[in-house]
């Protein structure tokens, strides 16, 4: 191997050590976006599990509330049909 081969060659050690180094600091960039994304998705996976508990009690106080309501709601529609019918001779 003769100088200007050998200088050719330390050339592209060096290109590919360059790139190598760009490439590593091209990985380290993602790995930051990534990290980023998924600390957000974890912060709205957290915020969507809380949405999800607050439903679940509203829906729970909801089905409580009918049990009571439908009832009485029944109740006062015979009432005033039996007024109307035969209270109040309509």
């Not at 003769?2 to 200088?7: F, K, L, P, R, W």
């Amino acid at each position: 191997m003769d100088a200007e081969q050998a200088a050719r060659l330390e050339r592209l050690l060096e290109e590919g050590n360059a790139l190598q180094r760009q490439s590593i600091e091209l990985q380290k960039t993602a790995l930051v976006a990534q990290r980023e994304v998924i600390d957000e998705t974890r912060e709205n996976l957290r915020r969507a599990r809380e949405v999800n508990d607050r439903a679940m009690d509203v829906n729970s106080r909801a089905r409580r509330l009918q049990l009571f309501a439908l009832p009485l709601i029944l109740l006062l529609v015979a009432y005033v049909s039996w007024l109307l019918f035969f209270k109040l001779g309509v």
